[in-house]
């Protein structure tokens, strides 16, 4: 345990945001050859590293959404769970990464991929270029130990665009910031319905009959969106409320954009979160979060990420969304499509479910709405696939935390599983 944990703050030190991931590939190019395993890395930055004759491969992604501080992660332990101080933590997938460097030292027969750049969209892994020698791979990128997931969500991203001309009026302007919100994984934290700092600051705008200037908002197109700022001209005087607060700056004149009410209306119309519920998986089942709000240039660039765990809804969500935004004279386009991973009992899950049951009989097998790699890859490469991984909590935010004692004991379940197979 201890070593994993050692293993995960060193990753922390090697900056490894997604597109900028270049350090972290040579750190774990350069520990695999000093293991002892023969390596290889594709075009798209995916590693592969085998050794001996392995059964499992284990698979995770070494890349990580980079939030407050980020890349520059201190990380500390408070009351059971490893945290980073203003920043995401990285313990998606920085964990499963640091279990992967102690199996790596532990056994002669293992084989292991370590992924990139798979929180923009999964990208790495679907320019995979490896053969794998296993025949069944299991991916270390859940964040829920009383679960083994055979099954996700397909996804979709999506863009609209309109161009705008501004006007100069006179009037009173203000700075506003969103604050108390959470944010969160747009998979994972969606069934909370977390609020949208992008909504809600559109309704403040509109609610006053403010005029834009400028408007930003979000992180990351699989984040829920905690920040948003805007510029904004008021007629009258407006006040702070608990999600936004209003700084004025004076009276003046200035330019706003002319497509203010356009842009107002499209973010409210806009259902943000669940959109339908599987009562059998007892999981979200399809959702669209309203991710990035960015006005540069006289445009404005709306992006969108769609989730769903049947491809049928995914398309439907998809179709609906840029038919809303083309109606709003928006230029839309969708992309980065990729279909759910509709997985089946197999040996894999039936011995992981064996040793689960030795500690936890909380255990069941089920399907995530979030993306995962290991459903692009069974699909490649027919390979038998599972998901397991520690609790993680508010992953993708400054909110970031890790159970230690759920490190541990998923580390155990992994370790005993490889040692079945040697």
Not at 195 to 211: D, Y
Not at 367 to 379: D, Q, R
Request: aromatic residues 8%; hydrophobic residues 35%.
């Amino acid at each position: 345990m201890q070593n994993i944990i050692k293993n995960f703050k060193k990753l922390c030190e090697i900056p490894h945001c997604s597109y900028e991931t270049n350090q972290m590939r040579d750190f774990l190019n350069a520990y695999a050859k000093e293991k002892n395993f023969k390596v290889n890395i594709d075009l798209a930055g995916n590693i592969h590293c085998i050794k001996g004759d392995p059964k499992i491969c284990l698979q995770s992604h070494y890349d990580m959404v980079c939030m407050g501080n980020a890349p520059k992660i201190e990380v500390y332990e408070d009351n059971g769970y490893l945290k980073a101080k203003d920043s995401s933590l990285g313990a998606d997938n920085g964990i499963g990464i640091a279990i992967m460097l102690e199996a790596m030292q532990k056994f002669s027969n293992l084989e292991c991929l370590f992924t990139n750049n798979e929180e923009v969209g999964l990208m790495g892994v679907n320019d995979l270029e490896h053969k794998l020698h296993s025949k069944m791979l299991l991916n270390l990128d859940h964040e829920n130990e009383n679960e083994i997931i055979i099954g996700c969500a397909g996804g979709v991203d999506i863009e609209a665009f309109l161009e705008y001309e501004t006007k100069e009026y006179f009037g009173k302007v203000y700075e506003l910031s969103a604050i108390n919100f959470n944010g969160g994984h747009s998979g994972i934290d969606i069934i909370d319905n977390p609020k949208s700092s992008i909504k809600e600051m559109a309704r403040f705008i509109k609610e006053n009959k403010g005029k834009i200037i400028n408007f930003e908002g979000g992180e990351r197109v699989n984040s829920i969106p905690k920040y948003a700022k805007a510029l904004v001209l008021f007629d009258n005087d407006v006040k702070s409320n608990k999600y936004i607060h209003c700084q004025f700056i004076e009276e003046r004149k200035e330019k706003i954009c002319l497509k203010s009410d356009i842009l107002l209306n499209v973010l409210i119309s806009f259902s943000q979160g669940v959109r339908s519920f599987n009562k059998t998986l007892d999981i979200v089942q399809t959702s669209i979060n309203l991710a990035i709000l960015k006005m540069s240039e006289q445009e404005i660039r709306i992006s969108l990420f769609a989730r769903s765990n049947l491809l049928e809804d995914l398309k439907q969500v998809e179709f609906e969304t840029l038919t809303l935004f083309e109606a709003f004279n928006f230029k839309a386009r969708s992309f980065n499509f990729y279909p759910p991973w509709e997985g089946k009992e197999n040996e894999l899950s039936d011995n992981l479910l064996k040793i689960f049951k030795k500690e936890n009989k909380n255990i069941k097998i089920s399907a995530i709405h979030a993306g995962l790699e290991c459903g692009i890859i069974e699909k490649k490469q027919k390979i038998l696939c599972c998901s397991i991984g520690p609790n993680i909590y508010n992953p993708h935010s400054t909110d970031e935390r890790c159970e230690l004692a759920s490190v541990e004991r998923i580390s155990k379940i992994v370790f005993e599983l490889l040692k079945n197979y040697q």
